[in-house]
């Protein structure tokens, strides 16, 4: 079945038809542009990468400047993959500095939008719905993206690019597909335009949401371009990728209905918290059981901050790859366990973690990743008490917890440690200094 569209949408601003306009803006090269600057240097022309200089060759580069990119070096590549040819600055990650640094942009975009019209994608990406504000600037979208790029520009020195469209999938579009190839890093889409200029641009994977492994699959049923995807039997794409068919085929056709008033009205039926770490070796059975001993006590913490409880966990482990190879299983393996009682009490939740992980992980093959969910959150005030409950001794360890809390918010997440952090192999007070499993640069 055929999508049928609706056009005349206008890009000077809301047309009475319920027509909105979307901004996205990126920060080139976010981390990188940040170095960059900290070192007055010019973002567009400096070599430079960020990465840990304090581990191998094989750690990912977090950022590359844009002058590094115009080399070919790709984003996201390894320090070895970097030719060796080229001279360039690695720059140590400092997540603190970057997060101050996008604190500062965001107060750039409260200059001109309401925070109720924004949506934070990413620490260097966000959406504005700019339709109301046209009218009251008396500006197009592409001068009102141009204003708030110079902004930025003058006030920290680093560059930006803009997607502008008809909503928030042609914006995101216009930013990631056509900005890049405009002189002024500016790009414009309405479903009109779309169909006209990248229903036939390939490859599939430079469209938002479109990764190697669905464009894998769509290539085997002949599918290489979005206007195939508009044009194929709707049936053989629902069997081909489940649910997810829907998003495709109405990103296929230019439309996206969500906007930043749904997205901001969104409450999910349940939360949880999750910890995940990658080990800078393999991990042999009872130093893994280490590790998610401590992620699940640092969890705890987070609940009582939060004034949660969880009666639910899960937990992902992924092998040493040449290991799980050599032994003929899985590389990753997971499992979930449900608590007595809804609580945030390490003490209590301790045993079953320790318990789900021997029960999950093969104890002859070393660990390499780890990740540790707390399900179904609820609020505390709603716990209820087991049978067999303690109440006097969860009071107690409840109150101690929040001592605790209130001692590292004052002294530093290093002010109380536990035993176990001090063990051979401990990662916590290494994480503590960390920002996203990145060094913050404090």
């Known amino acids: 079945m055929k999508k049928i569209m609706v056009y005349g949408n206008n890009m000077k601003g809301n047309n009475g038809m319920g027509s909105r306009i979307y901004v996205c803006i990126d920060l080139k090269s976010f981390y990188a542009?940040?170095?960059?600057?900290?070192?007055?240097?010019?973002?567009?022309?400096?070599?430079?990468?960020?990465?840990?200089?304090?581990?191998?060759?094989?750690?990912?580069?977090?950022?590359?400047?844009?002058?590094?990119?115009?080399?070919?070096?790709?984003?996201?590549?390894?320090?070895?993959?970097?030719?060796?040819?080229?001279?360039?600055?690695?720059?140590?990650?400092?997540?603190?500095?970057?997060?101050d640094y996008s604190a500062k942009i965001y107060g750039i975009y409260l200059k001109y939008i309401s925070k109720e019209d924004i949506h934070v994608y990413s620490i260097d990406e966000v959406f504005m719905d700019v339709t109301e504000y046209l009218s009251l600037y008396g500006m197009t979208a592409k001068e009102l993206g141009i204003r708030i790029m110079q902004d930025i520009f003058d006030t920290v020195g680093i560059r930006a690019t803009c997607g502008i469209g008809t909503n928030l999938y042609l914006a995101k579009i216009a930013l990631d597909i056509t900005a890049k190839h405009a002189k002024d890093f500016i790009g414009e889409l309405d479903e009109e335009s779309y169909k006209r200029t990248l229903w036939h641009h390939r490859p599939l994977t430079d469209f938002w949401r479109v990764g190697h492994g669905l464009a894998g699959r769509l290539a085997q049923a002949g599918?290489?371009?979005?206007?195939?995807?508009?044009?194929?039997?709707?049936?053989?794409?629902?069997?081909?990728?489940?649910?997810?068919?829907?998003?495709?085929?109405?990103?296929?056709?230019?439309?996206?209905?969500?906007?930043?008033?749904?997205?901001?009205?969104?409450?999910?039926?349940?939360?949880?918290?999750?910890?995940?770490?990658?080990?800078?070796?393999?991990?042999?059975?009872?130093?893994?059981?280490?590790?998610?001993?401590?992620?699940?006590?640092?969890?705890?913490?987070?609940?009582?901050?939060?004034?949660?409880?969880?009666?639910?966990?899960?937990?992902?482990?992924?092998?040493?790859?040449?290991?799980?190879?050599?032994?003929?299983?899985?590389?990753?393996?997971?499992?979930?366990?449900?608590?007595?009682?809804?609580?945030?009490?390490?003490?209590?939740?301790?045993?079953f973690i320790s318990k789900l992980y021997d029960e999950v992980k093969d104890k002859n093959i070393p660990v390499r990743k780890i990740n540790l969910i707390f399900n179904r959150l609820t609020d505390e005030a709603y716990r209820q008490v087991g049978l067999f409950d303690d109440d006097i001794d969860g009071d107690r360890e409840n109150k101690l917890q929040h001592a605790v809390l209130d001692l590292k918010k004052k002294y530093g997440r290093d002010a109380v440690l536990k035993g176990m952090n001090l063990e051979k192999g401990a990662t916590a007070i290494e994480r503590n200094h960390q920002i996203g499993g990145h060094r913050s640069g404090n």
């Open 33 to 99: 542009s940040v170095e960059c600057v900290e070192r007055g240097l010019d973002t567009m022309t400096t070599n430079l990468v960020v990465a840990d200089p304090d581990r191998s060759e094989k750690t990912i580069c977090l950022a590359v400047s844009p002058a590094m990119k115009a080399l070919g070096v790709k984003n996201r590549c390894r320090v070895f993959e970097i030719p060796k040819g080229i001279d360039y600055i690695m720059a140590q990650p400092r997540m603190q500095l970057y997060i």
């Open 223 to 351: 599918i290489y371009d979005m206007a195939q995807i508009a044009e194929a039997d709707e049936q053989i794409l629902y069997d081909m990728i489940g649910i997810d068919a829907e998003l495709l085929i109405d990103h296929a056709w230019g439309i996206e209905p969500v906007t930043i008033a749904d997205i901001k009205k969104y409450k999910p039926r349940s939360s949880s918290i999750t910890s995940g770490q990658v080990l800078a070796r393999d991990y042999e059975h009872e130093e893994g059981r280490l590790i998610v001993k401590e992620m699940a006590d640092g969890m705890c913490l987070q609940l009582v901050e939060q004034g949660m409880v969880t009666d639910s966990v899960t937990i992902y482990i992924n092998y040493s790859k040449e290991y799980s190879a050599a032994a003929g299983v899985p590389q990753s393996v997971r499992g979930s366990i449900m608590l007595p009682s809804a609580t945030s009490s390490s003490k209590k939740m301790l045993p």
